[in-house]
């Protein structure tokens, strides 16, 4: 009973914190600038906050910094759908199945229930989720105070398995990925001897390439060059949007698929690896396995709305827990949000509730009061946001340029870290062409020294012998789990290429 | 580099092992990609190159730019070059586009943020 009556007592501190005028504002900000970049095709999540991230060192406080970046990443969840179905582009990229049945339902003049539709599942699912966050994360965080080294390393690289395994379609390319991102993370001083890696002499790579330059060079402008390839243009469906209130024909026929897309999407999103654009998927395709009439999928079915965008946003909330209770974060955006905490000064981990309580609770209380702003902003006011549409990408893709130039060159007033951003630029547009996704990357540059530090301190540990990372209990489970992870991924691939072998 | 050993593993232990599966990684990705047989489609189909190099064009002239003649004037050069090669807007859109924009960006990192911001031969 006590542990629950400490969860209220965090909780409530955490509103006094949430409501004070300076973290209000900028959970204003955060949402506001994250349903932008969701309906905004070509600018997401990961590149905004990414974008911020020089920002941060300027905002004095971890709370109200992390407070505006959540806001970004599950505000952008919001947005995203409103460009799905309005112009069949994905605003972002947990947004890609709603244009499957959102276009649909608009061309049939329902834009409307199928924006609020959109509008009430991610309300709901996001606040099941911050629920879930506050139940969930005290007792994991005080279940992981008992991981040493080893469990460290079982679960940071079930971590980035999962992350590239679940994520794109290759997976010798999502792992290519990662062992790049970890090499990359290795340059500069050694963490346990202070011995100097991968430098050829450059001083200025001592302290290792900084993550800021690295994710705002791979994202901001590898995203920008790679959308100049082609003329992304937003073309309207309707410009009459009315009845976003669904009719009870909807709500019925809705409000399981978002009670099943909150689900999934928390499970999901807890998994690290998991996240917000694989939960969508899952979403649609159990919506559309448990519908009575599956033929309507396609072809303007609301619950291929409501699941998938009930999904992402419940994921987006989850995907907190991994970050704020054991310190690793599961996928990209919320690599950038880790980075942002240490740059602050804070490290997550499973002693960030007790020793910064103020930081947790704060922004797990302001995500409760951000998805009631996101409602709000979503519902009465999207027709506002459709405005947005019409700002050529023409005019944005400069201005973004921009940003990250004078965003990267404020960290350390430093010019060279602004052609050190623009190499990262062009290695990233190389790599979205030849269809290797950097988020991989970014996760393991992340996570690198954690993976390194905990498999150096285990073997020195166990005198050398790999077998500790088997004997104790939690670890042997995280790595019999990654075993069988690989072997089931493994099958499925041989299955379909027979399949393909025999079309 | 000190490779140490399982018993003592040091610098260069984990670049080690990395560079090793990198290795092996890439053998299999060359060969799947061999199996597979070459694709006909070109790496850049019709002039699709034109605009990202361009933009990396603009790119490297504002990095350089910026140090010689200072944040304002680059700015707005880099504005006026993107929107005038890049697209194809009218001209009373790109001005305005460009002396707002370099505006605003002064105010926030310069003005609100006190960035430092290069102030070149002005300065």
Known sequence: MGEI???????????????????????LIGAILGTMVGILPGLGPSATISLLLPLSF???SPVTSIIMMAGIFYGAMYGGSTTSILVNIPGEAASVVTCIDGYQMALKGRAGPALGMAAIGSFVAGTIGVLGLTFVAPPLAEFALK?????????????LVMATLLGGDSIIKGLIMIILGLLLGSIGLDPISGAIRFTWGFHMLQEGIDFVTLAMGMFGIGEIFYNLEKVLKAELVTRKISHLWPSLKDWMECRWAIVRGSLIGFLIGILPGGGAVISSLVSYAVEKRVSKNPDEFGKGAIQGVAGPESANNAAASASFIPLLTLGIPGNAAIAMIFAALLIQGVTPGPFLITEKPDVFWGVVASMYIGNIMLLILNLPMVGLWVQLLRVPYSILAPVIVLFCCVGVFSVRNSVFDIWVMGVFGVIGYIFRKVGLEPGPLILAFVLGPILERSIRQALLMSAGSPAIFFTRPISGTLMIGLMLFIAFQVFRNVRKQRQREKA | MAMGSLKRPGPGFLPF?????????????????????????????????????????????????????GFLPTTFIFLVLWMWLIESIAWRQIAAVSIGVTVVLYLIFGYFLEVPLPGGVFS
């Open chain 2, 17 to 69: 092992i990395l560079a090793c599966i990198l290795i092996v990684l890439s053998l299999a990705l060359i060969a799947s990609q061999w199996k597979k047989g070459s694709g006909k489609t070109p790496f850049w189909p019709g002039r699709t190159w034109l605009r990202p190099l361009l933009g990396t064009v603009a790119f490297a002239l504002y990095a350089f730019l910026i140090d010689l003649i």
């Open chain 1, 147 to 159: 991981f040493g080294p080893p469990e460290y390393f079982s679960l940071t690289l079930l971590g």
């Open chain 1, 5 to 27: 009556f400490d969860i209220f007592q965090g909780l409530a501190n955490g509103f006094q914190i949430a409501f004070s005028l300076t973290n209000i504002t900028f959970a």
């Open chain 1, 58 to 60: 300027k905002i004095g």
